[in-house]
Nanobody, 126 residues
Framework: QVQLVESGGRLVQTGGSLRLSCAAS????????MGWFRQAPGKERDFVAG???????YYADSVKGRFTIARDDAKSTVYLQMNSLKPEDTAVYYC????????????????????WGQGTQVTVSS
């Protein structure tokens, strides 16, 4: 079992920045690929960013150049740095852990993630 706890979500103005954190506990964090997803009200859950166990990163087109995913295996934590935030970034953000191999062909698919956090709310005001 892996337990994931997100933090860092809050209300921010358009153009602002936030850093989300996801702390993991349980099994060996370094073995897991980690992803960030988000779900806006009335919409499906969408892939935002992913980082493989070896550090390869992937981004949704909508956040490329604005968001950065990083991991610190020593702290069992994955981060999502979000810059130049827009109102359309408003959503509940979830982190997730996956043992899927190869991750390069599946990172965007929420079905390959085994564990999920409870989510953290990000609201971007216009």
């Amino acid at each position: 079992q892996v337990q994931l706890v997100e933090s860092g979500g809050r209300l921010v103005q358009t153009g602002g920045s936030l850093r989300l954190s996801c702390a993991a506990s349980g099994r060996t964090f370094s073995n897991y690929n980690m992803g960030w997803f988000r779900q806006a009200p009335g919409k499906e859950r969408d892939f935002v960013a992913g980082i493989s166990w070896s550090g390869t990163v992937y981004y949704a087109d909508s956040v490329k150049g604005r968001f950065t995913i990083a991991r610190d295996d020593a702290k069992s934590t994955v981060y999502l740095q979000m810059n130049s935030l827009k109102p359309e970034d408003t959503a509940v953000y979830y982190c997730a852990a996956s043992r899927s191999r190869p991750y390069s062909t599946a990172y965007y698919n929420d079905n390959v993630y085994d564990y999920w956090g409870q989510g953290t709310q990000v609201t971007v005001s216009s």
